[in-house]
Every structure is written in structure tokens, then in C-alpha cells.
């Protein structure tokens, strides 16, 4: 084969090879650079994804109970209250008490004008005169027949006729007499009285209204009421009884007088608890000498209950229901949470008295939201504030 000439031959330059090796290295270290900061980025929003899952929570820390207030509802009663009603039917002639006087032991308060009542009166004096002269008549007639017996007159059955013929007559003018003096004493009741020293707190009759006994319309005419001394009843419930005792005083706040309190003592107790609610129903008593208290008010009574021994006392924010019962969350040194179950002691409202469950040293989450769960784990916020119980 003939040689090329010179023209022809073409051999590449060493340099540009050279070039090419480098572009291949540089193109090379751009791929890595690309492929690293991409899985670079990818592991930081993972760590910060992970990281913003956990959620912050406020802890508090736990306290020894002190002594609580347990505030109940009161019902405040006249320590005497008596609704007097009409023993006699009739008409009411004239009242001489209105609301709001005081009245005494005795005090004729209204009277009742009876006719129906003084007719049958009239005619219980005739029965029993009727009855009495007929007992005389009988009386007589036996004791003629007792004499002609002796004389052999008459027979004896006849004589014993006549003594059971004065029997007879004995006893229904008994029964007459009887009837005339249960007449009377409704006559008694043609004036209503007062029952016992008082105010009249109510009066639901007028001159000429019509008095009915026993009936669907038959209303106190007037309420007699002592205020001097008042009764208020509470009602207790069933986890709270162990520290209400008779002889304990209580505080006692009606919203007439904002900012001023009035002490009760516990007088008694039902001693037995009310199945359809569960509380105890009690006593207390209170002097109102001064008549600043009515009866009817609606009081707060306010007990000082001692603190159980070796209980602890939380806010009720920490709380959570769970199926198992009541529970909290703490967080352990590791920083998970661990749902631990407790029984309350008493429950304050704003605080609960926890009785058992809790350490002193354990660190409780305050408002811990629901989707919490035992294992998980939290961060504790840096700036926390001061809590009912304090906080750490």
C-alpha cells in the first residue's frame, strides 16, 4: 500500500487530552458535590422534621396539700316556720297582721266568721238537752220499777228493761255532751292565732274570702316565721364526709352583703347518705338576733377541711381522663412521658387534692394535649412561669 503523504496524517495534540481527563474530573466532582449536598439537605428537614414533632410542654412541680376550702350552696330556714291553715270553714271576717309584723305567742291574727259552724252548735245544745232529759226520765223510771220489784209489783225482767232503757239514755247523752264539746272547741279555732313569737311572712287571705278545709284550695292563710335563730341546710358530698363533724364552724356569704362573711356552727347531720345524689345532708345554725338574714336566702358556706396526711395538691389542668381513670403525665429524666394514674383526694375546683400516685419529685405536664401517649418525647419549655403550684 502506497504511504499517505505528509498532509493527510492528523495526530492529536497531547494538551487537549489532557483538557479532557480534567473537564471529565471537574464534571465528576460537581456530580458528587450535587449528590451530597442534596442528601445533606435531605437528613437536616428530616432532623428538623423529627425535631419539630416533639412537643414542647409545660412542667410544674407538686405541692403538699394544704388546708382546703370546700364551698358549697346553702338553703337558709327560719329556725321555726309554721303555714297556719283554717280548722272551720267560712268567711273571714276581719285579719289584723300584714307581712313583715311581728307578732307574739297567742296573737289573734285573723277571725273567721262561721254561720255553718254556729248552727251546728245551736243544735248540739238542744241534742243534748234532749239527750239529758230523757236520761232523767229513764233515771226515774228505773228507780219506780226498782221499788215495785222489791214489792213483788212487777217482774224483774220489766225492771231490767228499764235499767237498760237509763243505760241507754246515759250513753247518748254522753255522746251528745260529747259533740258539744268538739263543737266548741272549733269555735276555738274561729280565731286564728299565732303559734309562737315571729314575723308573719306571708298572707294569702282578704276580708269575705271564702275559708275552705281539706280541699284542693285550702292554702295557709299566714306563714309564721322566727328569725331570731335560722337553720341552713347543705348537702355534702359522700368523699368530703369523713371531715364534717358536728361542732365545726363554717363560713357563711350571701350575695346581699358582697364582702362580708357570717359564722355557723354544724349543729347535726343526717348521718346517712342520700342514694339518689350522694351526699350527706346537714345542719348548721347561726344567731341572726339583728335580723340581717332572711330565711329563703341562698348562702355559699365555706369549710376549712384539713389536709389529708401525705397528700399533694395539683392544678386540675394537669389532669387527664383516660379509660383507666383519672391520670397525669410526667417527665422522666430521659425526657419521655409516662402517664401515671392517681386518686383524688378532694377536688378545690382550680386545685385537686391528689391522694396517691405521685412523688413529691415528680415532674407533672400542665395541659398536656390529648394525642399524648407513655414513651413519648417532649421538650421542656425554657421560660416557664410560675403556676398555682410553681413550676420548674
Known sequence: MPEQPPV?????????????????????????????????ATQTLTTW????????VRVIGLNGSAQGNLVLPGDVEAFNTAPIHARVPGYLKRWYADIGAPVKAGQVLAEIDTPDLDQQL???KADLATAVANQQLSSTTAQRWAGLVAEDAVSRQDADNKNGDLAAKTALAASARANLDRLQALEGFKRIIAPFDGVVTTRSTDIGALISVGGPTDVPLFTVADERRLRIYVRVPQSYTANI???MTATLTVPEYPGRSFAATLATTADAITPQNGTLLIQLQIDNADGVLKAGDYAQVRFALPA???????????????????????????????????????DMGPTVEIAGGL???????????????????????????????GAR
Not at 422534621?49 to 414542647?56: E, N
Not at 401525705?310 to 430521659?334: E, I, K, Y
Not at 405536664?365 to 403550684?389: E, T
Request: charged share 20%.
Open 122 to 124: 245551736a243544735q248540739a
Open 308 to 346: 389529708a396526711a401525705g397528700a399533694l395538691q395539683a392544678p386540675a389542668s394537669a389532669l387527664m381522663f383516660r379509660d383507666t381513670g383519672m391520670a397525669v403525665a410526667v417527665v422522666g429524666p430521659d425526657g419521655r412521658v409516662a402517664i401515671k394514674p392517681i386518686q383524688i383526694g378532694q
Open 245 to 247: 363533724k358536728p361542732g
Open 49 to 56: 422534621t423529627d425535631d419539630q414533632a416533639i412537643p414542647t
Open 359 to 389: 412523688a413529691v419529685s415528680d415532674r407533672v405536664i400542665d395541659n398536656p394535649p390529648d394525642s399524648l401517649r407513655a414513651g413519648d418525647r417532649v421538650r421542656i419549655a425554657a421560660n416557664v412561669g410560675a403556676g398555682a403550684n
Open 8 to 40: 493527510l496524517r492528523h495526530t492529536p495534540p497531547r494538551r487537549l487530552k489532557l483538557y479532557g481527563v480534567v473537564a471529565l474530573g471537574v464534571a465528576a466532582v460537581v456530580v458528587v458535590a450535587g449528590v451530597l449536598s442534596r442528601a445533606s
